[in-house]
């Protein structure tokens, strides 16, 4: 039995996991070359954008070609050409309507959702691209799962099923961690996908309930939507027991993953072609490896309607080095969102420093908050703070508190909007995402 | 080298038989029971035919709105819409996710709408004439409690539904949902529906009263089906047919 003998096998696909970077970056340029003529013969976006910027494919004949004549793209420009031509795929379709076999989308926090055109056979493309991640967490033929909290980026059973495992429906959407956790009891899962408002409803639970126990049969729980702070997943790990990895929106091409030794996001480099780069008025320049840049990039498995040159918005660092694990593909560190960064009449506020004093109140430590604004630049910080009112006794003194850290880590004294973080949570439309700076 | 060889590998592996375990609400508590590959295949066979019957057919598309705990009913679903060539787009039945329902409504324009739910219903009554949005749609497929509501709009909605493990579908005829004879027994107790399963399912399920009001009508339908057909209550009213 192929799952059984592999058990111990770190790899589910070897040769493609520790490929020599130098044949990996060589499969890229033939997969980018391939890719520029299929997507300006079949896709009206790319052809009038290229066709703008005197680009065609006969002139790109490398990678480096590729790199320095393709224009980048952003969400913008797709939006702009869907609002002007009425085509609900902003013009990236490079294939007849008929042949997609779905269409998901994003979650439309920070706006319209957009749309993801998707053909497969045996499993939706984000899931499938996630196969090679649950087996290195340790997911095995006749392994149980949990059902994910949602589909909101097609349904995710297929994926798990793809390698053998069992899916066990429950609820595990907001207000029913007690649930899960009788379900863990009783059905001793391998594998839970998690979201954030999961976290945070646990906490409030881990008072009353040994969730080391009860999550004992886990290999490994995954958690995604946004960054767990380093507290939260200390908190997961020592007092809860569970083996955590964090993944994230590999620039909606796929998803990136951590692998056992916790360090870092592996882009399948097969299926992306990833840049770091910082882009400013007067061009473009690579940011030396490690430093912090935007990560842009190329879809390499995507026939429908691929992103080629997509500028993410994600401030990544980004490194080839090889992984401890043994992996060659490239790792990346995400620091945040490009606009993220808010500007208190002119003093620089990071979401990071707010967290982090948010986090430091026993009331607060779920950290659920988010910055108010409607544009970057702000004459005062509006912080609106999700509290736990079973831990809090007086919510002025509370904020008195928590004005005061936040004006330590920041230097600004900010304007609290303090609610329960039931109520906080409840704002969410989306299960993958809290979003952090909404506006007012 | 591609998202396809990664799943060839995996067809490597050797599955079990089992594909779900599915646990739903009855009248006394959350009962369980399992699924298995076989009896997908046979869901999605009987989800085809019932989906066809609604004039589902290649080229056209559909809009499914479920919950990520609804695989074993959405599985089939899905087979059932790519076995007709059917494109898909996906939104939660969750209200709060009213607005990816609404967009994916607009942009794609589908032949068919399929779950709605009275939440997401609710959601979009807040920022749109529901009536309106759906009465173009030719095939609207809701949950129980959402059908009254697009029916007194004037939108020609049928019912859909799980009925514990079981899904129930009706036809264009709307006299009551179809539950698919070969697989599963219905019966109505005491005003309330019940379900076992049929001696097809590997996984035995005694008859297991569901705590949901309706009754059960038997004898073909006008569709030429001689599945029987459920009709629920909401909010104490009978769903009649054609109401």
Redesign the interface.
């Known amino acids: 039995m192929v799952g059984d003998r592999d058990t111990a096998d770190r790899y589910f696909e070897p040769q493609v996991e520790t490929m020599p970077r130098r044949r990996l970056r060589a499969r890229q340029e033939e997969r980018v070359l391939e890719l520029v003529g299929y997507a300006y013969a079949n896709s009206a976006f790319y052809r009038e954008l290229w066709d703008g910027h005197g680009v065609h494919p006969r002139d790109i004949r490398s990678l480096a070609d590729f790199r320095a004549r393709v224009p980048f793209i952003t969400k913008d420009m797709v939006r702009a050409y869907r609002a002007r031509t009425g085509d609900p795929f902003g013009g990236l379709l490079c294939v007849p309507g008929e042949e997609l076999t779905s269409v998901s989308s994003s979650s439309g926090t920070t706006g319209e959702p957009e749309f993801f055109a998707e053909i497969w056979q045996d499993a939706p493309p984000l899931v499938t691209a996630q196969v090679r991640d649950l087996w290195e967490l340790g997911l095995r033929p006749g392994d149980r799962v949990l059902s994910p909290p949602g589909t909101f980026r097609n349904l995710m059973d297929p994926g798990y099923q793809a390698l053998g495992a069992v899916v066990i429906e429950v609820d595990t959407w907001m207000g029913r961690m007690h649930e899960v956790v009788e379900a863990m009891r009783t059905y001793r899962p391998a594998y839970l996908q998690m979201m954030y408002p999961q976290m945070v409803e646990l906490e409030h639970l881990a008072e009353k309930t040994d969730l080391k126990e009860a999550f004992s049969s886990l290999k490994g729980a995954s958690c995604a939507g946004q960054p767990l702070s380093r507290k939260m997943r200390e908190r997961i790990r020592d007092d809860w027991g569970i083996d955590v990895y964090e993944y994230t929106s590999a620039a909606d091409t796929g998803t990136a993953w951590e692998c056992r030794e916790h360090d870092g996001f592996h882009l399948w480099e097969d299926t992306v072609f990833a840049e770091c780069v910082e882009v400013g008025e007067d061009g473009w320049r690579d940011v030396p490896e490690g430093d912090l840049g935007e990560l842009v990039a190329t879809d390499l498995d995507n026939r429908a309607a691929p992103l080629i040159r997509y500028r993410s918005e994600d401030l990544v660092r980004l490194s080839g080095e090889t992984c401890g694990c043994g992996r060659t593909h490239a790792r990346m560190w995400v620091a945040g969102r490009r606009g993220d960064e808010t500007l208190v009449q002119g003093r620089s506020v990071v979401l990071r420093d707010v967290w982090q004093a948010v986090e430091d109140q026993p009331e607060t430590v779920a950290g659920v908050f988010q910055i108010v604004r409607d544009r970057r630049e702000v004459d005062e910080l509006l912080l609106r703070v999700g509290y736990d009112p079973a831990l809090t006794g007086d919510v002025d003194a509370l904020a008195g508190r928590l004005g005061e850290a936040v004006r330590e880590r920041t230097g600004v004294k900010p304007v609290l909007d303090m609610r329960t973080e039931e109520d906080l949570l409840k704002t969410m439309t989306s299960v993958a995402k809290f979003p952090r700076v909404v506006k007012r | 080298?591609?998202?396809?060889?990664?799943?060839a590998?995996?067809?490597?592996?050797?599955?079990?038989a089992?594909?779900?375990?599915?646990?739903?609400p009855a009248a006394d508590g959350t009962r369980e029971t399992e699924l298995t590959w076989a009896e997908l295949a046979r869901d999605t066979e009987w989800a085809t035919a019932r989906l066809r019957e609604h004039g589902l057919a290649?080229?056209q598309?559909a809009l499914l709105t479920?919950?990520?705990?609804?695989?074993?009913w959405?599985?089939a679903v899905?087979g059932a819409l790519?076995a007709l060539?059917v494109?898909?787009?996906?939104?939660?039945a969750?209200g709060?996710?009213h607005?990816?329902t609404s967009?994916?409504h607009r942009?794609?324009r589908p032949h068919a709408v399929i779950g709605l739910s009275a939440e997401t219903l609710e959601g979009l009554s807040g920022v749109a004439d529901v009536g309106e949005m759906f009465r173009p749609t030719s095939v609207v497929l809701a949950r129980p409690a959402a059908v009254p509501v697009l029916r007194a709009l004037g939108v020609s909605a049928c019912l859909f539904s799980p009925l514990g493990p079981a899904l129930a579908l009706e036809c264009p005829e709307r006299s009551g949902a179809h539950v698919n004879a070969a697989e599963w027994r219905v019966a109505e107790r005491d005003g309330e529906l019940s379900v076992a399963a049929g001696e097809q399912r590997t996984s035995p399920l005694p008859e297991t009263p569901l705590g949901i009001p309706g009754r059960v009508a038997v004898g073909r339908c006008a569709c030429g089906s001689q599945d029987p057909r459920v009709l629920f209550s909401v909010a104490g009213r009978p769903l009649s047919s054609r109401s």
């Not at chain 2, 080298?1 to 799943?7: G, K």
């Not at chain 2, 590998?9 to 079990?16: F, M, S």
């Open positions: 080298m591609t998202r396809a060889d990664t799943l590998r995996a067809g490597l592996l050797d599955r079990p089992l594909a779900y375990v599915v646990r739903f290649a080229g598309r479920m919950s990520g705990f609804e695989g074993f959405g599985h899905i790519r060539k494109t898909y787009g996906i939104a939660e969750m709060w996710d607005r990816r967009v994916f942009e794609l």
